[in-house]
């Protein structure tokens, strides 16, 4: 099982960026999935999940209104659009898989997620 994050890299603030997650080994559309940030020496924390249907999201207040999440689960991929990024949103993005039997179901508790991607860094100047 591989979950590759990819799309970081330097962007302004107020501008955009999309990440995308792909996965290999399972099928995704039987895992919710999350965003997850990670800053040095602070705990990862939540950005935003996703349910394995894609009709559920929910989202940090930090992020709400301005990153968006989606999946196309044909092509085995996760997204986070993020729009007007602020310095404040530079991290290390991790995505994570957690397998679920209910379509409509998540957790936000990182413990719970059962593959992790090796995170891609995304650095807002201002």
């Known amino acids: 099982v591989q979950l590759q994050a990819y799309g970081g890299g330097l962007v302004q603030a107020g501008g955009s960026l999309r990440l995308s997650c792909a996965a290999s080994?399972?099928?995704?559309?039987?895992?919710?999935m999350g965003w997850f940030r990670q800053t040095p020496g602070m705990e990862r924390e939540l950005v935003g999940v996703?349910?394995?249907?894609?009709?559920?999201?929910h989202y940090a207040d930090s992020v709400k209104g301005r990153f968006t999440i989606s999946r196309d689960n044909a092509k085995n991929r996760v997204y986070l659009q993020m729009n007007s990024p602020k310095p404040e949103d530079t991290a290390v993005y991790y995505c994570?898989?957690?397998?679920?039997?209910?379509?409509?179901?998540?957790?936000?508790?990182?413990?719970?997620?059962?593959?992790w991607g090796q995170g891609t860094l995304v650095t807002v100047s201002s």
């Open positions: 994570a898989a957690d397998k679920v039997v209910l379509a409509s179901f998540y957790y936000t508790d990182q413990w719970e997620y059962d593959f």
């Open positions: 080994g399972i099928a995704l559309v039987n895992y919710a």
């Open positions: 996703i349910s394995s249907s894609g009709e559920y999201t």
